[in-house]
């Protein structure tokens, strides 16, 4: 067995020569590290004779976003690899198929989709995705029922909860996301254009009740395995196709989460026309298309976990007491509202931001739209617990805009 190092291009070949009869022998392999994400090395192998390639994920043992003096657990890459399995069982051909895992190198190997470009690449150009809520819908509702209390039997489901403790990544969440924005803290990153809009989140109360009543959900509520990071990043897709990609944040916490990371990142692409929608129209018909993209995510979500509740419920009383499942549907938006807000906010005051609105290279614009992302993450976490229907999210989006 090898003893964990970083790969280098030439080893990560080697590996690849030793996975079955995946490539031909003798194979010329190409290889690239094409990692542009905050954590891992990824290398892309290819045989352009055969056609045939590959993805290999490593995990360092550090946050390549910050560096060595950050270290990281690497047992990472076998809840990303174990994640990947059991979403490939309950959401088929939505996540990347895993060939081969390797728990000394931290290593999974995993299938090429570069004939799907990065979601928020591909909103930044303008790309609807007209599959997408359909396909994000299914893997949620799936991944989450069949992983909660509703949907799989409740002891094997605590030793599932065991075998997805992952506290440092969810130590990430915890600082950069519910703590870090709301004070004064070394990690936070912002324009010295908006430190008025971040000194007023430091000493917002009211809105610090509702940041710690989520962080306490976060904390606390083990509803069902999470995908834990799934923003627009962490989605591969073509007009036609979804892959979900990167569940190395996966554990057992508030289904909101994984809901309100999909609404946020949206949102912050529907910020980021301020400057990526060449005019008024165009820009007015991209957020028009991103918002229905939010309402057809939540409408299909809720349709799909409740008929999975009527066909596959295994809890008693949970099957037979339809208030339940209205008060659980009711907060699960609630929920996916206020985390939504926590998300957005975290993109633009804390560590790591999002190219949406990063790359935006005209200052004003830029400043524009990170005001506007701040205006609605604040009010989705202001009014998280009084949500009553997915259109309220949409106004909150669509009234900010229009100021
Ligand atoms: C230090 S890691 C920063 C962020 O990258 C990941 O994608 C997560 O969103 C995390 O918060
Ligand atoms: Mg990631």
Request: glycine share 10%; no cysteine; net charge positive.
């Given at each position: 067995m090898t003893a964990y190092h970083p790969l280098t291009e030439l080893e990560a070949v080697q590996i690849a020569r030793t996975l079955g009869q995946f490539f031909p022998e003798g194979a010329d392999l190409q290889c690239r590290e094409i990692g542009d994400g905050n954590l891992n090395l990824v290398f892309h192998i290819a045989d352009a004779a055969s056609g045939k390639s590959l993805i290999m994920k490593q995990a360092l043992p550090y946050a390549k976003v910050v560096g060595e003096s950050w270290p990281l657990t690497l047992d990472r890459a076998r809840i990303e690899s174990e994640k990947l399995l059991l979403e490939g069982k309950l959401a088929p051909g939505l996540v990347p198929a895993v060939y081969h895992y390797d728990p000394a190198l931290a290593l999974t190997v995993m299938e090429d989709l570069s004939d799907h470009l990065i979601m928020r690449q591909g909103l930044i150009a303008g790309t609807r995705y007209p599959k997408f809520a359909d396909d994000i819908s299914?893997?949620?509702?799936?991944?989450?029922?069949?992983?909660?209390?509703?949907?799989?039997?409740q002891q094997d489901k605590k030793n599932l909860v065991k075998a997805f403790i992952n506290p440092e990544l969810c130590k990430i969440t915890e600082d950069l996301i519910f703590d870090d924005p709301y004070t004064d803290s070394p990690n936070n990153s912002f324009a010295p254009a908006i430190r008025d809009a971040a000194e007023a989140l430091w000493k917002d109360g009211e809105l610090h009740l509702e940041v710690a009543i989520l962080r306490e959900k976060f904390l606390t509520s083990a509803q069902a395995l999470l995908h834990g990071d799934l923003h627009t990043g962490s989605v591969f897709a073509t007009p036609a196709s979804t892959k979900v990609i990167d569940p190395e944040f996966a554990f057992y916490g508030p289904i909101g989460f994984d809901i309100g990371a999909v609404i946020a990142n949206l949102l912050l692409n529907f910020a980021g026309q301020e400057h990526w929608s060449e005019d008024a129209e165009k820009r007015s018909d991209f957020r028009r298309y991103l918002t229905d993209t939010i309402r057809d995510v939540w409408q299909l979500f809720d349709k799909k976990f409740r008929a999975l509740w009527e066909e596959s419920c295994i809890d008693r009383i949970a099957s037979e007491t339809p208030a339940y499942k209205e008060y659980y549907m009711q907060r699960l938006l609630q929920d996916a509202a206020g985390f939504a807000g926590c998300k957005i906010v975290r993109r633009i005051v804390g560590l790591s931001h999002v190219i949406d609105i990063d790359r935006i290279p005209d200052a004003a614009a830029r400043e524009k739209a990170q005001r506007?992302?701040?205006?609605?993450?604040?009010?989705?976490?202001?009014?998280?617990?009084?949500?009553?229907s997915i259109e309220e999210v949409v106004d909150i989006a669509l009234s900010a805009a229009a100021k």
């Open positions: 299914t893997f949620m509702a799936r991944t989450l029922f069949f992983t909660s209390d509703l949907g799989m039997n506007l992302a701040l205006a609605i993450g604040t009010a989705l976490i202001r009014g998280n617990r009084r949500t009553q």
